[in-house]
């Protein structure tokens, strides 16, 4: 799950229901990558998580999602 802009606004409950925004983990071989880009850009975590996932699952099929 990845929050959108109308989660933006209320992210403390987004978060008590979900948990963080930005995270990365693996499962059957593919690592997954959601970045939170609910205020139309992404945040310096955004993009540090984002740089560091990827590298880490470089040999890895890897998929990233986001809100657009």
Avoid: K, M
Wanted: hydrophobic share 35%; with cysteine.
């Amino acid at each position: 799950v990845t929050p959108g802009n109308h989660d933006a606004y209320r992210s403390f409950v987004f978060q008590q229901r979900f948990g963080r925004a930005n995270y990365t983990c693996s499962l059957g071989g593919a690592r997954f990558t959601s970045v939170d880009s609910s205020n139309a850009g992404l945040s310096a975590t955004g993009w540090r998580l984002y740089d560091e996932a990827l590298e880490a699952g470089r040999q890895d099929t890897h998929i990233v999602f986001s809100h657009i």
